[in-house]
Every structure is written in structure tokens, then in C-alpha cells.
């Protein structure tokens, strides 16, 4: 690579492009043209011109590359880095809606395939249920739906006729689907029932949106259970949750906390909920990945979904009924542990494109026939790895240096690039470098098919590894009081003994606000308002140490004794 090639490969892309690379050329021809006595023509000479090009370089590439760092301003290089990086685009014409570019549209079909290979083989199947709700069944489903009244988004009008009954666009779907399912379960024969739907819903948020994160519109997996039995339903309800946390671990290589949230925190309507509790190191907030909860028979009362008891004849119950859901902001939480100020790190698994194979070497004095050889051993290596089963692409565009490129395809998160040049070919291997660390080395071409999966590999495991020690790390146990203000001003979660009253976890929350939290920075580059504390989870994985009748709830104005260990933090 030449010299000129260096700032394009260390900074960020859209640098030095051919015509700017000519345009560069000229100008040095034009000053050595120009008459060496006229003492005026010598002044820019001496003022550093082509220092003031790089500069401009370095603007123009602001358009494209990164430039907020994630440890100073978190929220702008978010913004950027899913932007900049095509995974969203915003949609200008409403606001709080976003456009799920194609590199999304991956991940999220692929968290799809798998979860649904899951489910099938537990007897869940698909369905598809109308996008409306209507005023009828929100009365109906009142006590539930209230609690989303403030975000539904109501349709009054069609054409231009007033509608006699408006009608919802779902936030949810219970009280879509609950009424069918007492129309179709007549018998216990009938059970279970086990539906799912994936589907985008409507939350008319007022607060500010965050792509992924919290927007008015999202798409996500719902399932809908029916079951006989209180017990084969909490079999179900930890069964889906251990899928929801591999769809984290095994996809996504994020850590997760598994456990039951305090009643604060339970689905509206519930009888209790299990969650997959994940952790953002930028910022050292917890953040909810995906829920499944035990419904009891709250909605069978609701909607009179009923069977005649199997073992007591003339008699009848309500079936016990789950749901389950996880959403696309499982793409927000990768992104923001995995992604760096060069842009997406992309975990292979769900990587769209897992190995870019980049030709280099190729110059002006470059024969027609070593060009045509070169070229025809990246088409070939390419082909060898995508019959391997790899998701290879190719960049052979003139016109744009393997800086250039090189820069781009890190940004979008390229988790291998391979490198072929002349040299390469010749002691016939093939130059690497990983995405998420910048190793770089060489492979045989021989061993192609076999060390790049493998590499692929180590790299997902890899990534799960860093992510999973940072978690640990700022996830402490404490049985101070003094100590929990400080813990969450450094970023950090906390383990405490909790009585699980609600009204002391209110207090909890308004009593951990810290002027010394760090905090991130809004649209307008202020600090956004300090956040208490809330309950995460009771983590299924309980610490030692906490003994029953003895050990107090931590926070100091209350006097009850400690039920469990709750994981608590500043959340999303």
C-alpha cells in the first residue's frame, strides 16, 4: 500500500478519493511551476497547504465515518454508528418511526429462524391476528389495556367518513387474540393451545425515541399459550426464557441475567413475570431484553376461557394461560455492547456478510495478465467459501483504494477480512484481519474452508467472553447502604437484600437520584435527569448469604426483613 494510502486506512472512509488523489497531484505540479523569485508565491509554500487538504480530508470523512466516542457521548454515537452504518434510517415524515434497513432485517430474521426452529419442536405454531383492537374490547380488557391507554394510537375516520366505532392499532394482543381462544377451546382435548405471531405494534410514546430502543412502532414475536394446568404452564413460561436467553447468548454473544421480576415490574395483568436481564458498559445501565410471563387465569376469567375438568366430571376450570415476546430492541442492546468508534462490531452469527475478500497490490505497472490471475484467485476464493457455508462478499470496485475500503467494511462491522495480493498469492496464503480485536495474521489457502469457520467461531465466542466479564464485573453484591449511590455513579449494578414492597422500592428509586451520576448527553448536549435506581430482577441465581428472618431490607428506612437477593440498577 502506498503512503498516500496510510490516513485512509487509519481514519474513517470517503477519504482521499481518486479525483481528490489528482486533484492533489496537480496542485503540487502548479507550485513547482510557479516563478521561485516572487517572494509571495513562496508564503503558502511555507504555510503547510497540504496539511490544510488532510484537514479538509478529515471534514469531508465526518459525513460518512464516526465521530462521536462512545465513552464521551454515548448517545451521539449511538445515533451515528446505527445511521452510518445502514442499519436505520430515520423516517422524517413522523417522527418516532424508523426505516430497518436490510442489514437489520437480517439479524432480526435470523433471531427468527432460530427461536422459531425452537419453538416448533415444543408444538408452538404460527398465526396472524388483524392489527386492530376495538373500543369494544378495550372496555372489555380495561384493567390491562389502561395501563397502555396514554401510547394507543386510534384510527376515527376512513376516507372521509367518521368511523362509528374507533378502533386501536394493537399495543399488544390480548385482547385481539383471547377471545378466539375461547371460541376454539371447548375441551380440555383442545389443550394446549400454543400460538405465536411475529408482527410490528404501535406505542404512541411520548418520551424521546431511541432507534431500537423505544420508538412507536417495533416489530417483535408474541406468543400466546393455553394450558390446563397451573404447572404445565410455569414449565413453559422458564422453557421459553431459557430460549429468549440463548437467542443473547448463542446469537447475539450478550450475557444475561435470568430471573423474576418484582411485582413494581410484572406485565400489567399478570401473575408473574420472567425476564433475560442484559447490561450496557457504556452507560451502566441494565436494560430488559425479553420477557415471558405466567398469566395465571386473570385473561381465562376475562374472556370466560373455560373446560370441563378431566378428572372431576360436571365441573369446570379456567385454563392457565403465558405470554411471551422479545423485539427488535435485541438489535439496539448487541449494537451498543459489541460496536466500537470505528463502527459495528457484528457478532458472526448474525452477521449479514461474515468475510469481505479485498484484491490489494494492484498498481499502475500491474500487468493485464497478473491483474486477470489475481482477480481470477479472488473469484475462486470467494466461491471456495461460500460453498463452506461462509457469507462471503467481495469488493473489487475501481476507483476506491483498499484504505478506503478497508475503513468502510470495518465501519459496518465485517467480523473477518480477508486480503489478496500479488505477494499473497505467491506463497499462496491469504491476509486477515478480525474486526473486533484487529488481529491480523495469514492462512494457508488450503486450509480456507476449515480456519476461517474456525476463526468465525473463536471470534463469536470471543466477543461473548469480553461482554460476559465486563457484566460480571459491574454486577456487586452489596450489603451497605452507602456503598449503592457510589456503585451506580461508576457505572455498576447492584445485588441487595430487598423486602419486595412496592412502596419501599418507590422509595428506593427516589432516593438513589445522584447529581454525581454520569450521566449522557440529550439531543440538545445537556446532561439528560438523574435516574434512581429500579428493580432488574430476582435473579433465579440467588448469592449466599442472606438469611431468612434475620437479614433486613437494605434500605435504610425500612424495617422489614429481606425476602431475596434483587438485582438493581439504572435501566433503559
Known sequence: MS??????????????????????QQQKKEKKEKPAKQPKEKKPQQAPKPKQQVATKRDDAKEIGITALKETNFSEWYTEVVTKCELVEYYTD??????????SMFVWNTIRDWFSAKTREIGVQETQFPMFLSSASFEKEKAHVEGFAPELAWVTRAGDKKL????????????????YYAKWIKSHRDLPLKLQQWCSVVRWEAKQCTPFLRSREFNWQEGHTAHLTEQQAEEEVLQILDFYAGVFNELLAVPVVKGKKTENEKFAGGYWTSTCEGYIPGTGRGIQGATSHALGQNFSNMFNIVVEDPHKKGEHIKVWQNSWGLSTRVIGVMVMIHSDNKGLVFPPRVAPTQVVVIPVGLTAKTTPEA??????????????????GVRTDVDDRDGYTPGFKFAEHEMKGVPIRLELGPK?????????????TGEKGTIPLGEITTEVPALLEQIQKDLYTKAEKEFAEHRLVLTEWDKVVPALNSKNLVIIPFCEDPKCEDEIKDNTKSEGEQRELGPDGKPLPSM??????????QPEGLVKGETKCLNPNCSRDAKAWVMFGRSY
Request: proline share 9%; glycine share 4%.
Open 164 to 179: 362509528e366505532q374507533p378502533v386501536a392499532v394493537r399495543p399488544t394482543s390480548e385482547a385481539v387474540m383471547y377471545p
Open 371 to 388: 491483474r486477470e490471475s489475481l482477480l481470477k484467485a479472488v473469484e475462486d476464493l470467494v466461491a471456495t467459501l461460500k460453498k463452506a
Open 424 to 436: 499473497d498469492l505467491a506463497n499462496n496464503v491469504a491476509s486477515y484481519s478480525r474486526r473486533d
Open 3 to 24: 503512503s498516500t494510502e496510510l490516513p485512509v486506512h487509519e481514519g474513517n472512509p470517503a477519504v482521499a478519493a481518486p479525483a481528490e488523489q489528482q486533484q492533489q
Open 532 to 541: 434512581g435506581m429500579k428493580s432488574l430482577c430476582i435473579p433465579f441465581d
Open 94 to 103: 413522523i417522527s418516532g418511526f424508523y426505516i430497518l434497513r436490510p442489514a
